[in-house]
């Protein structure tokens, strides 16, 4: 039986290790740097109440996700609508509302013809789809379709449209996520996703603190890590590609290639406010590169407590104290003011690479080195950052390869 290792244990290492077990494999080892399940799935708790830092959503399009959830019994609840507010959003006139019910149709159209983008991975992207979206709605005329999708879009740390390549947007608003969303049947994890993730990884052998030093691989695979060596036949990193080059024997493509991944500086502030709307919101005015460091959307979990988490895209260099000080300045026109500030998440978000380097084949060049070197790659890199499409990829990886 092979003996295989997996690196993280996030929401894409642990559907691999998932996947093997379905599939009757046995010897599966998931090494994990931190000494917890869940990655960016980050549910802590605070005077009672569970939060989410990262991850807070998924849709019941989300199969490899609701599959878990359903075989493990975790507790799930349906997203409430019609309590957002739109700071700083000019209210649309029947006219423009028509348009952009107009341009809906459009982009359904678009949808289709660019289907190959909806399914796991990236299989020959079309060029057309690889210049900004801002530039493709221009072109296919949706401007106003576009400030729509970019709340939960640029709301949600996926970079500007001014830059992101049009793919991306067609990969995330899939017709399935926007049928899930018509149908309000988008889920939250009262107990925290991160829940989920503990939960699977109880069933696994996950090695927690174990942080590698070098990876050699000939038709054995030797692991150095700092809990001792092991050995394996096949490798799934489930982690950071262009980190996996500091303690991998990369070869001249995947150095290549890993180095061109690049992220967004997304930010987490949960901070507790007084006198605050108890109602979630999102910022269209700051969805432009020059607003970066104010908040792009925020959350208020509980309805009865005063802890909003805000979320901020910066640009790796903007300190917490300017962020908060954009926070005071956005809460204070309601009254608003920060009391505590809970806890501060930075993450190294939404690994994607940019228009030119898709175009050159980025991601047929990456499929095409899977199972070299008995090494496979899962991740959000590999298909886009929710937890149901990297646990999809992962899942269909390990049904293709194992
Ligand atoms: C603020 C925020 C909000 C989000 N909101 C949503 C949402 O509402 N809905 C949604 O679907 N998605 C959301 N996401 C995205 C989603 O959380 C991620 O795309 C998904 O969880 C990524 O899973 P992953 O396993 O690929 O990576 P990760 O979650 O990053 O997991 C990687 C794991 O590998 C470990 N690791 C890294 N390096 C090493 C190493 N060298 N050795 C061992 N272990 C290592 C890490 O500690 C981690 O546990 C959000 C993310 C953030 C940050």
């Not at 894409?12 to 990655?39: C, F, I, M, N, R």
């Amino acid at each position: 039986m092979k003996r295989i290792v997996i690196i993280g244990a996030g929401a894409a290492g642990l559907t691999a290790a998932e996947t093997l077990k379905q599939q009757g494999y046995q010897s599966v080892v998931v090494l994990e740097k931190s000494d917890h399940a869940g990655g960016k799935c980050c549910s802590p708790e605070y005077q009672g109440n569970v939060y989410e830092l990262g991850a807070g959503f998924v849709s019941n399009h989300n199969r490899a996700v609701l599959k878990l959830v359903q075989r493990y019994q975790v507790p799930t609840a349906v997203v409430e609508y019609g309590k957002s507010i739109l700071v700083d959003a000019q209210p649309k006139t029947i006219g423009q509302k028509l348009k952009t019910v107009r341009e809906l149709l459009t982009y359904l159209t678009l949808v289709r013809r660019y289907r190959t983008v909806a399914q796991p991975g990236w299989v020959h992207v079309d060029p057309a789809v690889c210049v900004p979206f801002a530039e493709f709605a221009k072109q296919h005329h949706m401007e106003w379709l576009a400030e729509e999708l970019a709340l939960y879009f640029t709301g949600f740390g996926y970079d500007y449209f001014a830059t992101i390549p049009a793919a991306y947007v067609l990969k995330y608003y899939s017709w399935p996520l926007l049928k899930a969303r018509l149908q309000k049947k988008m889920y939250i994890f009262p107990q925290g996703i991160q829940h989920l993730w503990t939960t699977v990884a109880k069933q696994h052998d996950v090695r927690y603190h174990t942080v590698i030093q070098q990876i050699k691989r000939a038709d054995t695979i030797t692991i150095t890590t700092t809990e001792g060596e092991l050995e394996c036949d096949d490798l799934i990193i489930a982690s950071p590609l262009d980190e996996a080059l500091e303690y991998l024997d990369a070869h001249a493509d995947e150095h290549t290639l890993f180095s061109k991944i690049e992220y967004c500086d997304y930010r987490t502030y949960a901070v507790r406010l007084d006198d605050f709307p108890k109602a979630s919101g999102f910022l269209p005015g700051n969805y432009t590169p020059d607003r970066m460091g104010s908040p792009v959307y925020w959350y208020h979990r509980h309805a009865d407590t005063n802890l909003y988490t805000f979320y901020v895209l910066g640009d790796w260099k903007i300190t917490d104290e300017q962020v908060l000080a954009n926070i005071v300045a956005m809460v204070k026109p309601f009254g608003g003011t920060i009391v505590k500030t809970e806890v501060i998440k930075h993450w190294k978000y939404f690994p994607h690479v940019n228009g030119d380097v898709m175009r050159s084949g980025f991601f047929d060049q990456v499929e095409k080195l899977q199972g070299q070197h008995h090494t496979y790659y899962v991740g959000e890199v590999m298909n886009f950052s929710t937890v149901g499409l990297t646990a999809e990829y992962a899942e269909r990886l390990v049904q293709r390869f194992f």
